[in-house]
């Protein structure tokens, strides 16, 4: 499967700081393995899947979709839990 993601996405990824980025390559790798990984949301966020991943003690959210006609995983935002699904239900 191939990895797309959203210029939002690209653009938030240069803010990380190396070890912070670090661990975030480690979520998109587990869920690039495991597409399954991730918790299916409902409703407004239907088809949306989030997988829980931690930084330091600090529990991060990876937001993306499977797209199995494209044969591809789109990243669509990660972050903390504070307004996160707030500002997915934006894009």
Same mark, same amino acid.
């Given at each position: 499967?191939?990895?797309? %993601?959203?210029?939002?996405? !690209?653009?938030?990824?240069? /803010?990380?700081?190396?070890?912070?980025? &670090? &661990? !975030?390559? @480690? %979520? #998109?790798?587990? #869920? %690039?393995? $495991?597409?399954?990984?991730? @918790?299916?949301? *409902?409703?407004?966020?239907?088809? #949306?899947?989030?997988?829980?991943? /931690?930084? $330091? %003690?600090?529990?991060? +959210?990876? &937001?993306?979709?499977?797209?199995?006609?494209?044969?591809?995983?789109?990243?669509?935002?990660?972050?903390?839990? @504070? $307004?996160?699904?707030?500002? +997915? *239900? /934006? @894009?």
């Amino acid at each position: 499967m191939k990895l797309l %993601a959203t210029p939002r996405f !690209l653009r938030e990824i240069k /803010r990380l700081y190396p070890l912070e980025k &670090a &661990a !975030l390559d @480690e %979520a #998109v790798r587990s #869920v %690039a393995e $495991n597409p399954e990984v991730g @918790e299916m949301k *409902k409703g407004d966020l239907a088809g #949306v899947r989030v997988h829980k991943y /931690r930084f $330091n %003690a600090q529990q991060l +959210l990876l &937001a993306y979709r499977v797209a199995p006609e494209e044969d591809a995983i789109k990243l669509l935002s990660f972050g903390t839990h @504070e $307004n996160f699904y707030r500002d +997915l *239900k /934006r @894009e």
